[in-house]
């Protein structure tokens, strides 16, 4: 009967009052949010792909641009006061952050996609616990990645645009308190 009873009811979503304790945690400095990147129809990238050239890479849409626009005004809800703004250097991840308007974007390598190959999974993920147990900031922190460093470090498959409060310092795998998206605030 209990396991009955977890079944239907441990595997329910966090609750409101969670998820208002994971953003007031995120507030205070002890939680990060991480996003995945606004919508970017598509997977991976082209053949001819380059880091510095937005042109060889999928880019958001106009969907993806008002997404992130979204994002950085509903941010401004939830905390009056400066914030520290993390991206991957691919472009739909910077062009995310910027569009939130929110903070200065500062270009972090552990965070770009390590999909088909492109990177390393486990050098980037030990890279951005070791940041991220150094680098802690009274600020509230927001990390913009891709889908598979997303689930690499919280397990979770996240759409575009979605993201999760995760507890500082990082672990492996990371200490989820909530999953959020736009729909939800």
Not at 77 to 104: P, V
């Amino acid at each position: 009967m209990r396991f009955l009873f977890c079944l239907l009811f441990c595997s329910f979503p966090v609750a409101a009052t969670d998820t208002a304790a994971a953003w007031q945690a995120w507030r205070d400095g002890q939680a990060v949010l991480i996003l995945r990147h606004a919508l970017a129809p598509g997977v991976g990238d082209p053949a001819g792909f380059v880091l510095d050239d937005c042109r060889s890479q999928r880019n958001l849409n106009q969907q993806g641009q008002q997404q992130a626009k979204a994002w950085g005004e509903k941010l401004r809800q939830l905390h009056d006061g400066s914030f520290r703004l993390y991206s991957s250097q691919w472009c739909r991840c910077l062009e995310t952050a910027q569009l939130m308007a929110i903070a200065e974007v500062k270009p972090l390598p552990a965070l770009n996609s390590f999909f088909a190959g492109r990177g390393d999974a486990q050098a980037q993920t030990q890279a951005l616990l070791q940041y991220f147990s150094v680098n802690i900031s009274p600020e509230p922190i927001i990390l913009i990645t891709h889908q598979v460093n997303f689930t690499e470090l919280t397990g979770i498959f996240p759409q575009s645009a979605a993201g999760a409060l995760v507890a500082l310092p990082l672990t492996y795998p990371a200490r989820v308190l909530a999953q959020v998206s736009l729909a939800d605030l």
